[in-house]
């Protein structure tokens, strides 16, 4: 098993422009989060998905929108990207919300110029 | 939402000491959550701890939910050990997890 996936890996970006993150499991997991790490802090929730086809919002959602149209990937998308969103991505997923931990991707490393 | 804070924010010690780490949360919470990022930026789940104890080797970990914090124990510390601790607490009916900021560990040989 490849466990969680990310692709890409580094990205940099010019303002303004659009990128799309995707996150793949393995392990038939039902959630799926999207989180962004910044220097110093722990991680904070963007979106999550409970299931293929639903998605909602997180602590931070602003700038940023999700799909889940499969239920072994989950899309994040930047439309317009601002130097605000220069940060690590993690994706990470799990079978339940309350009996279960969350396994996570190795990151994605985006700057947005 | 909930505010998780952890404790110490930083913690050097010498290769073969024992250190606790702390993570206070601010309402009842349904999941808890302990990860190690390593140096590479990689998270580990440690723990699936929501209360109780539970032991996996050098590391133990322990949460007492009805006064809202969570304990992790390393013993005999290794250089292996380094990293960011994360504690990670879910909150009830909304799916939605928060993280502490972390304790920054460094084991020196």
């Known amino acids: 098993n490849a466990g969680v996936t990310q692709t890409p890996k580094f990205r940099v970006l010019k303002t303004g422009q659009s990128m799309t993150l995707l996150c793949a499991q393995d392990?038939?997991?039902?959630?799926m989060y999207w989180y962004r790490q910044d220097p110093g802090m722990g991680l904070r929730l963007i979106h999550y998905?409970?299931?293929?086809?639903?998605?909602a919002k997180g602590e931070v959602p602003d700038g940023y929108n999700v799909s889940r149209l499969k239920k072994q990937n989950f899309l994040l998308g930047l439309e317009s990207a601002a130097p605000s969103q220069t940060s690590v991505y993690f994706c990470?997923?799990?079978?339940?919300?309350?009996?279960?931990?969350?396994?996570f991707g190795p990151g994605t490393r985006l700057t947005v110029l | 939402g909930i505010q998780v804070e952890q404790s110490p924010p930083d913690l050097i010690l010498q290769e073969g000491a024992n250190s606790t780490l702390r993570c206070n949360f601010s309402?009842?919470?349904?999941?808890l959550q302990w990860f190690h990022q390593n140096p590479w930026g990689q998270l580990i789940n440690l723990f699936y701890?929501?209360?109780g104890t539970k032991q996996n080797g050098r590391l133990s970990a322990t949460t007492v939910a009805t006064e809202r914090y969570s304990l992790l124990y390393i013993s005999s510390s290794q250089t292996t050990d380094s990293g960011v601790y994360f504690c990670?607490?879910?909150?009830?009916?909304?799916?939605?997890?928060?993280f502490g900021s972390g304790t920054k560990l460094n084991v020196k040989p």
């Open positions: 990670a607490v879910g909150e009830y009916n909304f799916n939605k997890f928060y």
């Open positions: 701890i929501p209360s």
């Open positions: 998905s409970v299931g293929e086809g639903t998605t």
């Open positions: 990470a997923s799990s079978y339940s919300y309350t009996a279960d931990t969350q396994y």
């Open positions: 392990m038939n997991h039902e959630y």
């Open positions: 309402d009842s919470v349904n999941n």
